[in-house]
Every structure is written in C-alpha cells, then in structure tokens.
C-alpha cells in the first residue's frame, strides 16, 4: 500500500464550501480520523474558518487574481484549472483515495479520481438523493455513470442506503458508515423537569420544509394549554427562495397558534453555542418530513445524535434513518410523519412521566456512544480507507 511523505495513508476530501454551519457533521468526520490518515481538503471557497480550521485546507478559490477572472468568465477555463489543482494536490501529497462529499460532487470529480490513479468514495447525505433527480432527472443518467465507475459508496444508515440502491448502485458497492460526534467533549447532563414549572422546548435547524419545524410548533401550541412553555428556535433560511418561503410558514405557524410571547428566534449561532442552550432547555423536539420536493433527511440529523448525546430527551419522526438514532420508548419518541397529534401525545408522556427522563438518557448516550461516537466512526471510516487502497489501480 502506497503511503505519503509522511508515512501515513493520504487521502483527499473533495467539497464545495468549507464549512458552512450546518454542517458540523463534516468537520467532525475529517477532525475524527486516526493519526494513520493525511487528510486534505480541497474545496471552492472557505467560510467559518475560526470554527472549522484544519491543518491541510486548499481553497481554489483566490489562487491568483487571473485564476478568480477567468472562473467567473470562461467556464471550461474553470474546469481545466480545478482539474489540473486535484490532479497537482493529489500527486504533491500522494493521494490513494478521493473522497466526494455529496453525490454531483462525486460526479464532477470522476476524471479527477481517474487521472489521479486513486480509490474513489461518494458519500450521499440526503437532498442529493431523494431531491436533486426528481428536480432535475439528467441526474439519474450521471449517478449511474459515477455508480459504475466508484469504487465505495456511503450512507448514513440502512434506509439512506436503500435510496441510493434504488437510485441503480450496486449493492456490494454501497456501505453504511454513519455520522459522530466528539462523545468526549459532550458534557453527560440528564434533565429534570418539575410539573407545574416552565417546560422549555428547543427547536434547532436550518428553515427548510424537511425539517418539519410547523408540526412542532403546531403540537406546542396545543401543549401550552396543560403546561406553560418557553421554546427557542435556532436556525433560520437562507436565501433559497423554498426556504424563505418555510421561513415565512413558520411565522405564520407562531402568529396562528398564539406563541408569540413564548417563543425566542436566535437565527443562525455558532455551533458552540447551540450546545450552551442545550443544557438550558429540558426537550428536544425535531420532527422531519418528506418534502414536497422529494427532499429528506437522508439519515438523520445531526442535532438529534448531539442532543441525545447531552442527556435530553428527544421527540422526532419516523423518518428516514432517524429510528436507527432513536430507540423509541426507549431514549426517545417517535411519531408518525406530519402527525401533530402524535407528537402532542408524544410530549403529553413525556409531561406527565419525568421520572423516566433519567432511564431514557442514560440509553440514549449509551447508544450514541456505542454508534456514532466520531471516534469510533473515523476508525472504521480509516479502515475502509486502507482496505481499498492495498488494491491496485491504474492511471490513464
């Protein structure tokens, strides 16, 4: 098996942006590898640097002056250039694989992996399947080119894998290799909630329709009448115009069932800070859907693994890979898709049965601990690393 300079596996992580906030499961997966993996990331453009900083970024993005003209103007320019910086950065660190974050990435770098003479792993994360063919269908024909040609393809959980089965992936070529969280530098703090006492609910996530935030405020606005609620909401949209247009839902979902005093809009925070109001709340509550636009979890989100990792009990869906996070009845509860009914009794148990809170979030960190500790997941993602690089390739 080949090695770099530095007698580790070199392997390239291939992404758009590095990093946008909500996106910290990416960090954690590239920050968590073993010291035997040279991790590189080259991407576009960089943004959140003092949050995500990493010793090997490549940003294309303001190589030169005439570079950032020609990209902006001359679009096959543009693709020779970010080809020729793959194949100089690959051979400069003596790449084995490339790994695409995100199925068109993983598409676009087909050549690059190619040229390279290196392994080549995709990882799927959710809109990239179940919306992105059914918005635009010339991608069903690309995936199944990049599904030819890949040699390992990785899913969060067993349904995500599924999709992209269905999508034409062979299914020997398709893993499911979950996403972690830093288990150790989450501080363990089961929650306690007094009846009679404000219940206050945390609601976090970007204001896009799959995170199915009206249905929770919907079930709390039936809830405020048995029990007096605080509920914070952190996030926002961007400036998609689907997503303004949640934005714009969600307010009018507050307005209609009379929360206007109790809840607070924090917008979009650091990551850090979502963990400090974390342990000053006592319920999650995060109830994905399907889109109308086909767009999903894929797995699952990565607030919920953080927020059971704290101790808190969460209430969710029964959506995509989500059930693999949380047991129901077990470290949490699960209901229906767009079932406001069923996540108001879901919080009615959780009311009217505190004393359990201590049992669920002791399962809830045991299996987060168990399954998506990042350590743990960086461990087995190095070995698959080394496991398809000790297979000979060939350049052309």
């Not at 990093?19 to 010291?35: D, E, I, N």
């Not at 990792?309 to 699960?334: E, F, N, Y």
Request: with cysteine.
């Amino acid at each position: 098996m080949n090695v770099s300079a530095s007698g580790k596996l070199a392997v390239l992580h291939s992404v758009d942006e590095w990093l946008s906030q909500t996106m910290t499961w990416l960090y954690a997966l590239v920050k968590s590898l073993p010291a035997s993996i040279d991790a590189h990331v080259i991407c576009e453009s960089t943004q959140n640097i003092d949050q995500f900083a990493l010793p090997n970024i490549h940003a294309l993005q303001g190589q030169t002056r005439l570079w950032d003209f020609i990209q902006q103007h001359v679009w096959t320019l543009h693709r020779l250039r970010r080809a020729h910086s793959y194949i100089s950065l690959g051979r400069a660190i003596g790449a084995r694989v490339l790994h695409s974050h995100f199925g068109p990435g993983g598409w676009a770098d087909l050549g690059h992996a190619r040229r390279m003479g290196v392994r080549h792993v995709v990882t799927f994360y959710g809109f990239d399947v179940n919306h992105l063919p059914l918005s635009d269908p010339v991608w069903y024909a690309r995936y199944r080119e990049m599904f030819a040609a890949v040699d390992l393809v990785l899913c969060e959980g067993p349904y995500f894998a599924g999709s992209v089965a269905a999508l034409g992936c062979p299914t020997h070529k398709i893993k499911v290799q979950h996403l972690g969280v830093e288990v150790g530098g989450i501080r363990f703090e089961p929650r306690h909630w007094q009846p009679g006492t404000m219940l206050r609910i945390l609601i976090a996530g970007a204001f896009m329709e799959k995170k199915g935030i009206p249905y929770a405020l919907e079930a709390l606005g039936e809830l405020q009448r048995e029990v007096p609620l605080e509920i914070t909401l952190f996030g926002d949209a961007n400036q998609q115009p689907r997503n303004q247009q949640e934005k714009c839902r969600i307010l009018a979902t507050i307005e209609r069932c009379g929360l206007n005093g109790r809840v607070r809009l924090l917008g979009f925070r650091p990551h850090a800070e979502l963990f400090q109001q974390a342990y000053q709340h006592h319920v999650f509550v995060s109830p994905s859907v399907t889109a109308a636009d086909g767009d999903t979890e894929g797995g699952a989100p990565m607030t919920i693994i953080e927020m059971l990792a704290t101790g808190m009990p969460v209430v969710s869906t029964l959506h995509c890979d989500i059930p693999g996070v949380i047991q129901h009845g077990v470290s949490g509860l699960l209901a229906p898709e767009r079932d406001v009914g069923s996540l108001v009794e879901h919080l009615r148990r959780l009311t009217q049965h505190p004393q359990q809170w201590q049992a669920m979030a002791q399962a809830g960190r045991a299996h987060i601990e168990a399954e998506f500790n990042a350590a743990v997941q960086g461990a087995r993602l190095a070995a698959l690393y080394a496991g398809l690089a000790a297979e000979p390739t060939t350049t052309s």
